[in-house]
């Protein structure tokens, strides 16, 4: 059987101004192309169900954590719960973020513009250090990728793995966990159009089998 990858859901507001919980498509697209069943896990602050998330990540042979404006203290929770139970995690922008936040790191806003172009397919070169799992991954110390953030990671406790030309943090992990990596850039959006990004989710796909 395939891998059920839990994607943690966004908080969004509807066009009928509805409060609903949201996978973005590039990243369900990019787990069913790597051979990964997507299962959307639904972080709720407040409920009135006897709801424990936790038993619902435990069916899942991954997550991850989508990027957003702000995460909350649920995303929080359950970042720590996997992190203990060791389950293969993915972290895109800010999912990286709350990595870093988990283990002592700050984020500032960001003032330059190179890192806010929505629709370039290629916006900054990444760094890759040789010793990380991108790097095993990618098998290059340079890459080309996206880039939508409003902030960035400015320290973390986590192994810093990826560096953009002009210094921001693109990269974090966790060298003593199976697969606990973040990444600044969309790399979901990047799939159809750059094979080392549809790289990342198949090698990560292939972690959540074992």
Same mark, same amino acid.
């Given at each position: 059987?395939?891998?059920?990858?839990?994607?943690?859901?966004?908080?969004?507001?509807?066009?009928?101004?509805?409060?609903?919980?949201?996978?973005?498509?590039?990243?369900?697209?990019?787990?069913?192309?790597?051979?990964?069943?997507?299962?959307?896990?639904?972080?709720?602050?407040?409920?009135?169900?006897?709801?424990?998330?936790?038993?619902?990540?435990?069916?899942?042979?991954?997550?991850?954590?989508?990027?957003?404006?702000?995460f909350t203290n649920a995303e929080?929770?359950?970042?720590?719960?996997?992190?203990?139970?060791?389950?293969?995690?993915?972290?895109?922008?800010?999912?990286?973020?709350?990595?870093?936040?988990?283990?002592?790191?700050?984020?500032?806003?960001?003032?330059?513009?190179?890192?806010?172009?929505?629709?370039?397919?290629?916006?900054?070169?990444?760094?890759?250090?040789?010793?990380?799992?991108?790097? =095993?991954? %990618?098998?290059?110390?340079?890459?080309?990728?996206? /880039?939508?953030?409003? !902030?960035?990671?400015?320290? &973390?406790? +986590?192994?810093?793995?990826?560096?953009?030309?002009?210094?921001?943090?693109?990269?974090?992990?966790?060298?003593?966990? =199976?697969? %606990?990596?973040?990444?600044?850039?969309?790399?979901? /959006?990047?799939?159809? !159009?750059?094979?080392?990004? &549809?790289? +990342?989710?198949?090698?990560?796909?292939?972690?959540?089998?074992?």
């Amino acid at each position: 059987m395939n891998p059920i990858i839990g994607i943690m859901t966004r908080p969004e507001i509807s066009p009928e101004k509805h409060n609903i919980m949201c996978a973005y498509e590039d990243v369900i697209t990019s787990v069913v192309q790597s051979g990964g069943i997507p299962l959307g896990i639904l972080p709720l602050n407040k409920s009135k169900f006897n709801y424990n998330i936790f038993e619902i990540i435990d069916k899942c042979d991954g997550i991850i954590f989508q990027g957003g404006d702000d995460f909350t203290n649920a995303e929080i929770e359950c970042m720590k719960y996997v992190y203990k139970k060791d389950i293969p995690t993915l972290g895109i922008c800010l999912g990286m973020q709350l990595m870093s936040y988990m283990f002592g790191g700050d984020s500032m806003p960001i003032n330059n513009l190179e890192h806010k172009q929505a629709n370039l397919k290629y916006v900054h070169d990444v760094h890759i250090k040789k010793e990380s799992q991108l790097y =095993k991954i %990618f098998k290059q110390d340079k890459i080309k990728v996206n /880039s939508r953030h409003k !902030y960035t990671v400015i320290n &973390s406790n +986590l192994d810093i793995t990826a560096i953009s030309s002009d210094g921001l943090i693109e990269g974090i992990e966790d060298k003593n966990k =199976k697969f %606990f990596v973040g990444v600044q850039w969309h790399p979901e /959006s990047m799939t159809s !159009y750059d094979i080392l990004e &549809s790289r +990342l989710f198949d090698y990560f796909i292939n972690v959540c089998r074992k």
